[in-house]
């Protein structure tokens, strides 16, 4: 049988693992990528992303294709985006269309009732697309396949989900190629990877509290590859792709101790590559940080994403203390090693004398980089029920944010006293400032609100030159670069249909 897979923006790890696992079992599989130019959240532009817009290419690769199914891996920020596509396919072929990823788990209730979507994938999607297919193949689409969900004579109909698989080393590796094909260079040259699936924590502004819900009492939610597995992909990513740079993007790279210490020396041994990383306050100690450094780890990502304890602890649902945080970078500095923060803007019942107390503290921590996000809401997290309650979010905020029509999540968090999101220039500047000076700025009225005057650019130079200085500079090298190859990819890609259609 012949499955398209579509995905948008960015790599997607999810969408390469199916296809390879599907090629494995004798598939063909197709997939297609669209960058959505001028229409993500760092470039933004409805006009342009109309005029630069690859759905016509799209379209014809898929009519070229002719597939017998289609997927698509959606996420909250791209659900609309899919929904125009799938829309539009429906206007121009005759093809089942299956919906799938995270915002499909979260709300299939929601994601089955759009006229473009025939099926709705919930959770993990190998089994369930193989069973699926093989129906197709045999002209006789099994409506009980568990994990998906059908549209049939007006009905719904809801399959149970099946356990979790926790042998993740019985996968193949994803099919990296599939996507590299199209995309710039700097994706294979600064890989990500994956190494466990889940997480151990519930923090209520994260997926990962509304999904490990659906997976109740079916399994462990937090499973991890053997080093052996990971260390076999991560060769023959440097024998085919020659990177400079991994990185890890597990939710919690650290929380295996003797895990780590087996990868910790292959790494070194085998790979030798500079790699960042995310972890929790929890699982750092001397030991931990001992080996991440001993496996050439460039730069340790913290999610603190408040300096407030009451923030964290009453609306975060994080529950460890400053003091635990001045321990663990007590340890990340003892190893030398660089590491950031995450910082969330915009958290209900954050006030600017919370966002002052993060201020001072993430000033005495003096990490390498702090990276400010404004809050994103997804789908069924307990940080709706904290922004209703706070008046951040509108009563009706849940159908918005569950079909994905949000500008910025509708957060509509604006104090009087100055829009939230322009704190992001003070956290962005700290790690470049002395540290008695930020104290100054911190308390100084007046020098504050002319910090919060200057314009957004800045904190793009700023992040520029941290970046450089922590030896990740090449992240802002790749997106410069990586728009000018969609650019010219979507020319070629036009020119050539064009010839097609006179050649008729």
């Given at each position: ?14 969408v390469?693992c199916l ?15 669209d960058?959505k ?8 532009n409805?006009?342009?992303?109309e005029?630069?817009?690859?759905r016509?290419?799209v ?14 891996s ?7 985006w899919a ?5 539009e ?5 005759d093809?089942?269309?299956i919906?799938?990823?995270?915002h ?6 929601v ?19 193989l069973?699926?297919?093989r129906?197709?193949?045999?002209k ?12 049939e ?23 990296r190629?599939a996507l590299y094909a199209?995309l710039?260079r ?7 990877m ?6 151990p ?16 009492d ?22 085919r ?22 990868f ?8 030798g ?7 929790h306050?929890?699982?750092?100690d ?28 009453e609306?975060l ?9 001045r321990?663990?970078?007590?340890f990340?500095?003892d190893a030398?090693?660089k ?5 969330i803007?915009n958290?209900p ?21 702090i990276?400010?996000?404004?809050l ?15 008046g ?5 905020s849940?159908?918005?944010i569950n ?9 509509i968090?604006?104090d ?6 322009r704190?992001?220039?003070?956290f962005?500047?700290?790690?470049l ?7 100054k ?6 020098f ?13 130079l ?9 030896g990740?500079?090449?992240?802002f090298?790749t997106?410069f670069n ?17 010839t ?5």
């Amino acid at each position: 049988m012949k499955l398209a897979l579509l995905c948008a923006e960015d790599f997607s790890l999810s969408v390469a693992c199916l296809s390879a696992f599907l090629k494995k079992n004798g598939h063909e599989v197709r997939v297609i990528f669209d960058p959505k130019q001028f229409g993500k959240a760092y470039a933004n532009n409805k006009y342009l992303s109309e005029l630069f817009s690859w759905r016509s290419l799209v379209l014809n690769r898929l009519k070229e294709f002719a597939p017998d199914l289609i997927g698509f891996s959606v996420f909250t920020s791209n659900y609309q985006w899919a929904l125009q596509m799938a829309g539009e396919i429906k206007r121009n072929m005759d093809v089942p269309i299956i919906f799938g990823g995270v915002h499909a788990t979260l709300v299939p209730e929601v994601v089955v009732k759009e006229v473009a979507v025939d099926m709705v994938c919930v959770g993990e999607g190998e089994m369930p697309l193989l069973e699926l297919l093989r129906g197709l193949k045999d002209k006789n689409r099994n409506y009980a396949v568990r994990n998906i969900w059908f549209k049939e004579s007006g009905r719904v109909i809801r399959n149970e989900i099946r356990p979790l698989n926790q042998d993740l080393d019985y996968l193949p590796f994803p099919d990296r190629e599939a996507l590299y094909a199209q995309l710039p260079r700097s994706y294979s040259k600064y890989p990500i990877m994956l190494t466990s699936h889940g997480c151990p924590y519930r923090c209520t502004y994260c997926a990962n509290n509304a999904i490990a819900q659906v997976y109740k009492d079916k399994g462990s939610y937090l499973r991890r590859r053997s080093p052996n597995s990971v260390m076999a992909e991560l060769k023959e990513i440097k024998s085919r792709y020659a990177p400079k740079y991994i990185l890890f993007m597990d939710d919690l790279f650290t929380f295996n101790r003797g895990w780590l210490a087996d990868f910790a020396l292959s790494y070194a041994k085998d790979i030798g590559l500079p790699y960042s990383c995310l972890t929790h306050t929890r699982f750092l100690d001397k030991e931990v940080c001992t080996l991440l450094k001993l496996s050439h780890c460039n730069l340790v990502l913290l999610g603190l994403q408040s300096g407030c304890e009451w923030i964290r602890r009453e609306i975060l649902d994080r529950p460890e203390s400053n003091e635990e945080y001045r321990k663990a970078v007590r340890f990340l500095k003892d190893a030398k090693l660089k590491f950031s923060l995450d910082n969330i803007l915009n958290i209900p019942f954050d006030t600017p004398d919370t966002i002052k107390e993060s201020f001072g503290f993430y000033n005495e921590l003096r990490p390498n980089m702090i990276h400010s996000f404004n809050l994103a809401y997804f789908p069924n997290t307990k940080i709706i029920e904290h922004g209703i309650r706070a008046g951040a979010l509108r009563e009706d905020s849940r159908d918005l944010i569950n079909r994905g029509l949000a500008a910025n999540y509708i957060n509509i968090q604006l104090d009087s006293q100055g829009d939230y999101r322009r704190y992001a220039l003070l956290f962005t500047i700290l790690p470049l400032l002395p540290a008695r000076f930020a104290a100054k700025i911190i308390d100084d009225n007046i020098f504050r609100r002319m910090l919060l005057r200057l314009p957004p650019v800045v904190i793009l130079l700023v992040k520029f030159i941290l970046n450089i200085r922590a030896g990740t500079g090449f992240v802002f090298f790749t997106v410069f670069n990586n728009e000018l190859f969609y650019l010219k990819a979507l020319l070629a890609g036009r020119i050539r249909s064009r010839t097609k259609e006179t050649k008729r």
